[in-house]
């Protein structure tokens, strides 16, 4: 059987002086969309961080599709996409796909296929600095997406969108789940949590919450997720 595509257990980072993570166990299953939600400053990125390897831990281990995150043989099987778009704006969007196609070693005709699942096909011959912050995102996502990773790291990459490319972009995400590609999506917005498979629900450095959607309303009672995870929180806040 395949290892989980992230396993987590005991994991405790400090930052600052303090612990940002404290105790974290949890495993998100392979061909999966996993959402992380969670209030500002929570530790949503330090987690991401975690996983894609470039966080010191002090405590736990990461293990990510059977190897210790941030091993060298993940590189081209993780792909990570930042909140600020990390392409270059002085060239165009096809230059940009060039450069991270060959960095990665792909053939060229992933870019192609990787401009048009964003949806930016016609925007090619674009230099990246004139188009818009949403579309920036896309660029990124279509390089991310070059070395058809096997974990998707997402940091909000629906910031910006309008509900049309939204829906696009989660029926892509779907797409790749269902060819096996696992997602893990940090988000704001609790209509895009009703998509995910499963969600981690993070407050103040620990996990609330580890669980289906449906599970998550059916605990609590709630008609929408919004409500669910406000029910979850504030039996905390009161206690505080
Ligand atoms: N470089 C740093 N040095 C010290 N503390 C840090 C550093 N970066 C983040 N922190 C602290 O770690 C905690 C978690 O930050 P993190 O960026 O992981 O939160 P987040 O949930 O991703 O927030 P947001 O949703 O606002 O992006 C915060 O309290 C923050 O102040």
New binding site residues.
């Given amino acids: 059987m395949l290892s989980p595509a992230i396993h987590v257990t005991g994991l405790r980072v400090q930052?600052?002086?303090?612990a940002?993570?404290d105790g974290f166990d949890f495993s998100i299953e392979r061909g999966t969309i996993c959402g992380l939600l969670?209030?500002?400053?929570?530790?949503?990125?330090?987690?991401?961080?975690s996983i894609v390897g470039v966080q010191r831990l002090a405590a736990g281990s990461v293990t990510v599709l059977g190897e210790p995150a941030g091993s060298p043989g993940l590189r081209s099987r993780v792909a990570y996409v930042t909140?600020a778009p990390s392409v270059y704006s002085d060239l165009s969007v096809a230059a940009n796909l060039r450069y991270f196609a060959a960095v990665l070693g792909v053939p060229a005709w992933r870019e192609d296929d990787a401009l048009e699942a964003v949806g930016l096909a016609d925007r090619r011959r674009d230099v990246v600095g004139t188009l818009s912050g949403g579309q920036r995102g896309r660029v990124s996502l279509a390089c991310a997406l070059l070395s058809e990773p096997e974990l998707l790291v997402l940091?909000?990459p629906t910031v910006g969108l309008d509900p049309v490319l939204r829906r696009d972009l989660w029926n892509l995400f779907h797409d790749l789940a269902a060819a096996g590609t696992t997602l893990l999506v940090?988000s704001?917005v609790m209509d895009e949590a009703e998509r995910c498979d499963r969600l981690l629900l993070?407050r103040d450095?620990g996990l609330l919450a580890d669980d289906t959607p449906s599970n998550l309303l059916a605990r609590t009672r709630a008609r929408d997720l919004e409500t669910a995870f406000l029910r979850m929180i504030e039996p905390l806040a009161v206690a505080a």
């Fill in positions: 930052r600052g002086g303090r940002v993570l969670g209030s500002s400053g929570c530790g949503k990125t330090t987690l991401i961080r909140q940091d909000e940090s704001h993070m450095g």
